[in-house]
């Protein structure tokens, strides 16, 4: 009981913490055609989105919350609010926020962060994308990096050309949710033979209570270009319920390189489900790198559609579940050309009583021939109380293809907690070195401040693990 | 021999050991003095390996009876990782695998428990230590024992003793599975720290390493009761007759 208490207490310290609740601009709570329609309009968007929007609502009624995977059945979606906007100001100025929100970024290191080491930074507060920059050296190499709002308004060809066509409106019930109410996220769009060597970020901090966060992000990478884009976020610890609905679509061109990294960090009372998906077109290259920590529950399965000859897939993944929770999440990749490659890793760690679930698919068209596929799950369970489940889908319709598939689960040994407690190191200190080189395929493939931050973050986690 | 070679260093007083219920350890009675290193040696399933366990505090081997003295601290009912702050070391028989934990930093972390070093300087030591166990860098690299062969962990065992630098070690058969080269690499090591403030129980089948070593003592370990005691000359003994002799001897 007392370890629950501290793990809570240092969330809650670092990332727990709530401003007071200040909007400018809120939906009533419940979603119906008039809170869409007020969302849309305050954005003052085209006509065409609008009605997009309001297809996607009458989608989302008629389908109902999906019965397989985390348990829904706690979301009260008429408790929810869908839009709240907590400042008329956007600003390319951390100083011109309001002093609350100014102070939260601080306290999570974004403007630091920022200054440091990359390249443009978009941090979202409730609804809306508050600050946003990217560095003027990158803006003049024809980089786009806005909010998706005012990607929307600035860009608005390209915007169709690609917004809802990874996942439609009716791909599933949430990703018809966050069409019909989206907000926020990020707009990125590098031109042909650009590489940018610095990460760009975006934040999404939840701040209100029982608030909704539909961010909707699309990134396109043009013929040979390379980006790397991550995403964090936070919420404060309440004892009701949140949702965080988000729609990320990646568009790869030719040749073209993009790492999408999500270092998820949400209170234990935030619902997660999240549609990720990315087209990889001739000799481009998709990377996913997700964690998955905090949450009640999380649905994500960022996936890869390798659309052309030569795209390439990696998608690694870890996951870990304490108490109360469920990461139900893994990858898909989906081979539509011949000789495209994918790897699927995912790691899991489940205690108090957690459970963390891998759900993959692997799909390999007729004559999408001299593919190559590997998954590897591995689970670790840390007592008898927690739980780790594994569904592995493969539909594989061609022949000449190379499909590999390890999965693993496993406790830490008494043996190896031994070997490290005779070297002088105190049981949790052992159990925590064990953990971090778990995870440490995820880790040394951040940048090693995030690695750094990380590995804090699973520290945090892991306290009180020993009983 | 001078005074301070006389201080008892390990003191093992009538222990009795169980494992899964089962008692390996009968009464064993055993005094190291600082500075001296003695061999146990003994036919297989004797519980050599069970008092190797039993001295770094495996929760595994149940203590029932008697006590483990360690410069005059009771260390019977200690923690293994207060064991290793006391200055206590085990060099495993078979040491375990743990994935992603980098060497380097593993010997970082536990060198650094005992031993006051900033990284500079314990970079230098590294290097200096490395050299005396034949690493090259790229054995820095890897994860903790992970794919290593039979002797690969020998050798990081060893390393890791001369990093931590222990006034106590126990080398539960280091030896078994060396070449002839390993062994005088590994022997050498053991060497070195040899000093008046360092002692070491060597667990062992076989004369070879002892060669190397030149232990003071040689206590002949059977069914869990030390049978006999005596200098490096008993080691050739066994060497040329076996333990069948002395099993009779004690059995009469």
């Known amino acids: 009981m007392k370890q629950q208490v501290l793990i809570n207490e240092n969330y809650k310290e670092k990332y727990g913490f709530a401003d007071p609740e200040i909007s400018v601009f809120k939906t009533g709570k419940g979603l119906n055609k008039s809170v869409v329609e007020a969302i849309s309009n305050r954005k003052k968007e085209p006509e065409w989105m609008l009605k997009l929007r309001l297809k996607a609502l009458e989608e989302f009624n008629k389908r109902s919350v999906p019965l397989w995977g985390g348990n829904l059945s706690d979301i009260n979606f008429d408790e929810i609010t869908y839009y709240f906007d907590p400042s008329d100001k956007k600003t390319q100025n951390w100083e011109e926020l309001p002093d609350n929100i100014k102070k939260t970024f601080d306290k999570l290191g974004i403007p630091e962060a920022e200054k440091k080491f990359l390249g443009g930074v978009g941090a979202q507060y409730d609804s809306e994308v508050l600050y946003h920059k990217l560095r003027e050296d990158l803006e003049k190499k024809g980089i786009i990096f806005l909010d998706t709002d005012t990607g929307l308004k600035e860009h608005e060809e390209l915007f169709k050309k690609w917004f809802g066509k990874l996942v439609p409106y009716n791909d599933n019930k949430f990703a018809a949710l966050n069409t019909a109410c989206w907000s926020g996220g990020s707009f990125i769009y590098i031109p042909p033979g650009v590489k940018v060597d610095v990460p760009l970020q975006a934040y999404f901090r939840i701040n209100a209570k029982n608030v909704g966060q539909f961010e909707r992000t699309l990134i396109i990478a043009d013929k040979n270009s390379e980006v790397t884009y991550i995403e964090g976020c936070s919420a404060p610890v309440y004892s009701s319920n949140s949702l965080h609905a988000a729609v990320v679509e990646l568009v790869a061109l030719e040749g073209a390189k993009i790492r999408y990294t999500t270092i998820q960090n949400w209170s234990n009372d935030v619902y997660n489900l999240v549609t990720k998906r990315a087209f990889a077109y001739k000799n481009a290259s998709v990377e996913w790198l997700d964690a998955n920590t905090g949450s009640r529950c999380t649905m994500k399965f960022p996936s890869v559609y390798m659309l052309e000859p030569g795209a390439k897939a990696d998608i690694l993944s870890i996951a870990f579940a304490g108490k109360d929770q469920h990461q139900d999440a893994g990858g898909k990749v989906l081979h539509f050309a011949p000789n495209t490659t994918s790897r699927i890793i995912s790691k899991s760690i489940s205690k108090d009583g957690g459970r963390t679930t891998y759900r993959g698919l692997v799909q390999v068209a007729k004559g999408a021939t001299g593919v190559k596929t590997s998954t590897r799950c591995d689970a670790l369970m840390l007592d008898e109380k927690s739980r780790s489940d594994t569904y592995p889908t493969m539909k594989i ?29 105190k049981e949790e200190e052992a159990m925590a070195m064990i953990i971090l080189g778990f995870i440490s395929e995820f880790t040394r493939e951040l ?21 | 021999m001078n005074l301070i070679k006389m201080e008892p260093m390990l003191q093992i007083k009538d222990l009795r050991v169980e494992v899964d219920g089962k008692e390996i350890l009968k009464g064993i009675n055993l005094k190291v003095n600082k500075g001296e290193i003695h061999a146990i040696m003994g036919p297989n399933g004797t519980g050599k390996s069970t008092l190797a366990y039993a001295i770094a505090g495996h929760p595994k081997y149940k203590i029932t009876n008697g006590s483990i003295i360690f410069n005059g601290k009771d260390m019977t009912k200690l923690a293994p990782y207060e064991r290793a702050k006391e200055g206590l070391f085990l060099a495993f028989q078979y040491p375990t695998e743990i994935s992603g934990v980098n060497i380097s930093h593993f010997l970082y972390t536990i060198s650094k428990l005992r031993n006051n070093l900033n990284p500079l300087e314990f970079r230098k030591q590294l290097i200096e230590k490395g050299r005396i166990v034949n690493i090259d860098k790229t054995f820095l690299d890897r994860q903790l024992n992970v794919g290593f062969s039979g002797g690969e962990k ?72 030390i049978v006999k005691t005596g200098d490096f000359n008993l080691a050739k003994e066994l060497e040329s007759k076996g333990y069948t002799w002395l099993n009779q001897d004690f059995t009469k």
Not at chain 1, 417 to 424: A, K, V
Not at chain 2, 157 to 185: C, H, R, W, Y
Not at chain 2, 190 to 215: E, G, M
């Open chain 1, 397 to 425: 319709e061609e022949q000449d293809v190379n499909v590999s598939h390890e999965a693993f689960v496993g406790k830490v040994g008494e043996e190896q907690l031994f070997y490290m407690m005779s070297r002088g190191l």
């Open chain 1, 447 to 467: 940048p090693m401040e995030y690695a750094l931050e990380f590995n804090r973050l699973m520290q945090i986690n892991m306290e009180g693990a020993i009983g």
């Open chain 2, 154 to 225: 020998k050798i990081l065992e060893i390393l890791q003793m001369l990093m931590i630098n222990p006034k106590f070690a126990v080398l539960d058969e280091t030896d078994s599975g060396l070449d002839i080269d390993s062994l005088q690499t590994i022997s050498n090591a053991i060497n070195q720290l040899r000093s008046d403030d360092f002692s070491a129980l060597v667990v062992t089948h076989y004369q070879r390493i002892l060669n190397f070593i030149k232990p003071d003592f040689i206590h002949v370990l059977i069914d869990g009761n």
